[in-house]
């Protein structure tokens, strides 16, 4: 089993940058998919970015060229690097484990969550 504990949101800007972590405990995400989803209140979560245990990655629409998703194994944390902040981008921002080798894009393929950090960004 894998616990996963996100970091890093908070209060920001139009325009800024913002940078979370997800932490893995229990087993290494090595072993994973990883992905980042996000969920604003009364709507669906939806994704935002994932990385394959290839190394593959892909991104949603609108994130793309915005956000860059990445992984350190040996430190067993995955990251969501946000750049251009707007206010649209305001949601509980959720990390998640796949047991599938390739790039997960669906809530329900993935089989851990976290608890979830909030982004607010402000216009």
């Known amino acids: 089993q894998v616990q996963l504990v996100e970091s890093g949101g908070g209060l920001v800007q139009a325009g800024d940058s913002l940078s979370l972590s997800c932490a893995a405990s229990?087993?290494?995400?090595?072993?994973?998919?990883m992905g980042w989803f996000r969920q604003s209140p009364g709507k669906e979560r939806k994704f935002v970015a994932a990385?394959?245990?290839?190394?593959?990655?892909t991104y949603a629409d609108s994130v793309k060229g915005r956000f860059t998703i990445s992984r350190d194994n040996a430190k067993n944390t995955v990251y969501l690097q946000m750049n251009s902040l707007s206010p649209e981008d305001t949601a509980a921002y959720y990390c998640?484990?796949?047991?599938?080798?390739?790039?997960?894009?669906?809530?329900?393929?993935?089989?851990?969550w976290g608890q979830g950090t909030q982004v607010t960004v402000s216009s």
């Open positions: 998640a484990a796949s047991g599938r080798f390739s790039i997960a894009t669906l809530t329900g393929q993935y089989d851990y």
């Open positions: 229990g087993r290494t995400i090595s072993t994973y998919s």
């Open positions: 990385t394959g245990r290839s190394g593959s990655i």
